[in-house]
Nanobody, 121 residues
């Protein structure tokens, strides 16, 4: 079983910054992609940015320039110039190839439990 653990959320004033982290653990053969989603109160979950074999792609126009993701063994998202509308639970999702017992399973999707970001004065 693969686990994703997010950290770095919290309360920040408008204009402030936070850096979120997502660490994957388990019998991982390879990580095909890692993404950040967010879900604001009363809204659907939306894809923010993704790191894939092809590079980094931004999906949410509202965070362009302000949010930047990077990845080594951990997925990060640096969030600058935060706005109240950025308030949401931020989730990490990974698409991995993993070993279960002696068999390799490809393209398995896992979610973290989320980390809450609150932007308020």
């Amino acid at each position: 079983q693969v686990q994703l653990v997010e950290s770095g959320g919290g309360l920040v004033q408008p204009g402030g910054s936070l850096r979120l982290s997502c660490a994957a653990s388990g019998r991982i053969v390879s990580i095909n992609s890692m993404c950040w989603y967010r879900q604001a109160p009363g809204k659907q979950r939306e894809l923010v940015e993704a790191s894939t074999r092809g590079g980094i792609t931004n999906y949410a126009d509202s965070v362009k320039v302000r949010f930047t993701i990077s990845r080594d063994n951990v997925l990060y998202m640096k969030m600058n110039s935060l706005k109240p509308e950025d308030t949401a639970v931020y989730y990490c999702k990974a698409d991995v190839d993993e070993i279960v017992e002696t068999k390799t399973y490809r393209g398995m999707a896992y979610w973290g439990k989320g980390t809450l970001v609150t932007v308020s004065s």
